[in-house]
């Protein structure tokens, strides 16, 4: 089987950096499935990819539900047949600091941005076990088709203070993909991790809108600018590509080179 006729899954894939991801697997000839909680995006960005021509697939699958995951897979299969790619992508927000900060909301950050993400991985994890085995496929081979790619962050090793539930995910986000990476690494699976900084998507829009927000955004970012889901895109699709078939257990950080920033930027003098 020629490694284009590979199926990816992205949640998270109706927005943002999963949407731009779902594009750029689609454009390279994957077929996609897109698997999130927004319907009407959802299925929107199917058809506009190919749902007609069987090249691509909405699920409508909230993460964090293990019913919806179990579906997930199921409709993948039936679609498709198999599965070779995961972009483990989906992932929210929620505002308050360690003394603020409702267990409920902590709660909830957890179940979408870790458990989600390890329920997704299980199910996709097993899934390709499975393919090998039956296949009797060679681990060389496998580490060009097989990968699975978490959806970090910077603040998985820097902080923001009233961003607990979301940093303390992002970092776990990290020893998950290490975990992973170590236990598929046998069979020619590839675990990474990309870590984005300031990307233009519908999570900063506030901060997009509020000027002394944006300075404060941009005197952390050297490269000046706040980045493109393609930008991300682009790193999550190399991952997933034979030329990355010898990374594993990494997370590779499209951050405007803001982890590699001490003081302030010299832009924002
Ligand atoms: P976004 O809000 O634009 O898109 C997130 C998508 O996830 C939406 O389509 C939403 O419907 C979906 N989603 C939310 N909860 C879900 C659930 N329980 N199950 C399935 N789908 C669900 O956000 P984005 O900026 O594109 O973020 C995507 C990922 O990138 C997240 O993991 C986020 O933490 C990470 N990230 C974003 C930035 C940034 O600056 N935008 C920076 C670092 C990391």
């Known amino acids: 089987m020629p490694a284009s006729d590979r199926v990816v899954i992205v949640t998270g894939a109706a927005n943002g950096i999963g949407k731009a991801c779902a594009r750029r697997f689609a454009e390279d000839g994957l077929r996609v499935v897109v698997a999130d909680t927004d319907r009407t995006a959802g ?3 199917a058809e506009e990819l190919g749902a007609e021509k069987e090249k691509a697939l909405f699920v409508d699958c ?3 539900d293990r019913l919806a995951v179990a579906n997930l897979l199921a409709e993948t299969l039936s679609t498709f047949g198999r599965v070779d790619v995961l972009v483990n992508n989906a992932g929210i927000v929620s505002k308050g600091d360690i003394l603020n900060l409702p267990p409920e909301d902590f709660e909830k950050v957890i179940s979408v941005n870790l458990t989600g993400a390890f329920l997704v991985a299980r199910a996709a994890a097993r899934q390709m076990a499975e393919q090998i ?3 009797d496929e060679r681990t060389d ?7 699975i790619i978490n959806m970090s962050s910077v603040n998985a090793v820097v902080a923001i203070a009233d961003q607990l539930a ?3 995910t992002k970092g776990a986000i990290n020893q998950l993909t290490k975990s992973m990476a170590l236990a598929l690494a046998p069979m020619g699976i590839r675990v990474n991790a990309v870590g984005p900084g300031s990307i233009n998507t519908d999570v900063l829009k506030a901060v997009l809108e509020d000027r002394s927000a944006m300075s404060k955004v941009m005197s952390r970012t050297p490269l000046a600018r706040i980045g493109d889901p393609d930008e991300v895109a682009g790193v999550v699709h190399f991952l997933a590509s034979k030329d990355a078939s010898y990374i594993t257990g990494e997370c590779i950080y499209a951050d405007g080179g803001r982890l590699a920033l001490n003081y302030l930027a010299s832009s924002s003098d």
Do not use: G, M, P, S
């Open 141 to 147: 081979d496998c580490r060009k088709r097989y990968a």
């Open 166 to 168: 979301y940093c303390a």
């Open 62 to 64: 909230n993460v964090a």
């Open 133 to 135: 085995h039956e296949n």
């Open 43 to 45: 299925k929107a960005l």
